[in-house]
């Protein structure tokens, strides 16, 4: 079956088998039962904490998943956390052609957004714009899920806390049963209004009141202000399971599940998440439209 590939300034239906022939074996060695690495089993077995009131502790730093839409890793089959791994090669270390296979990489990757047929140019055009167009480029918050899982979480009996790397941001989340905030949920923002509650030993995050300035993801994926997301984490020892839903009915088929992110539980008391303050100064320059 064919899908829709967005390049630099064209579309076309192609089938992706040159990636697929390089990620297939990995991907059938991950679903078919290969060894990973020792030290991620060993976390995924370890005891799981709980709190007083008996759902799982996911307070502590996690890392290990990447953060926002972008992808990443080196070029192996797993990464040092455990973490599958298909980003294509760095060619010779040059940095253009790093730009270049990155942007490939999101572009033919098996799983995107599949956004109604009347929207896909709009994707296009957002995808080779993007130097002006994506919001982040210009060191405005990422977003949910852009955003990615969070480097560290503080869990108390009625909220939970978000911390990220990605521009310092917070985010503080009731997990008392409380619904939707009735001015914050309608007020459109970088965030949403997150409420939290419990399935099982699932914490799920509901995700509402978004503005259009954030994108689901690099090449152009962009959504609506009736977009809603539902983040799934599950706590399994000394990992974290992370995965982001997204709901856009205005210009999506259906909703679109991003890929899971396995975290593993970072015991040094001492890591610093502060992230540098970011200043755009180099647009101006610019003489490609690649972004990596």
Not at 52 to 60: E, F
Not at 187 to 197: N, V
Not at 230 to 255: C, F, H, N, S
Request: contains cysteine; hydrophobic residues 30%; aromatic residues 8%.
């Amino acid at each position: 079956m064919g899908r829709r590939v967005i390049g630099y300034g064209m579309t076309a239906t192609v089938v992706a088998v040159g990636l697929w022939t390089l990620s297939a074996p990995v991907a059938a060695q991950y679903g078919g039962g290969a060894t990973r690495p020792a030290g991620a089993a060993q976390a995924q077995n370890a005891p799981t904490p709980r709190t007083a009131d008996g759902h799982p502790d996911l307070t502590g730093a996690w890392g290990g998943g990447g953060g926002g839409g972008g992808g990443g890793g080196g070029n192996n089959a797993f990464d040092e956390q455990g973490n599958l791994n298909l980003k294509l090669n760095n060619r010779k270390n040059n940095p253009v052609n790093g730009e270049r296979d990155s942007g490939m990489g999101q572009r033919f990757g098996p799983n995107f957004p599949l956004y109604k047929p009347q929207y896909w140019d709009k994707v296009d055009s957002l995808d080779v714009n993007g130097n002006v167009q994506d919001s982040n480029f210009h060191c405005m918050p990422a977003g949910v899920p852009r955003m990615g899982p969070p480097i560290r979480i503080l869990q108390t009996p009625k909220d939970i806390v978000f911390l990220y790397r990605e521009k310092n941001q917070y985010r503080v989340i009731p997990i008392d049963g409380r619904p939707h905030d009735p001015v914050n949920s309608k007020d459109q923002t970088y965030l949403g209004d997150s409420i939290g509650h419990w399935e099982g030993d699932t914490l799920v995050v509901d995700v509402i009141g978004f503005n259009e300035e954030t994108w689901l993801a690099w090449p152009g994926y962009f959504h609506t202000n009736r977009m809603r997301v539902t983040e799934r984490l599950t706590r399994e020892g000394d990992t974290l399971r992370y995965q982001a839903i997204v709901d856009d009915p205005d210009v999506l088929m259906k909703p679109w599940a991003l890929d899971p992110r396995m975290l593993r539980l970072n015991p040094n008391p001492t890591t610093q998440i502060e992230d540098p303050p970011c200043v755009e100064s180099d647009s101006a320059n610019l003489y490609t439209k690649e972004r990596g």
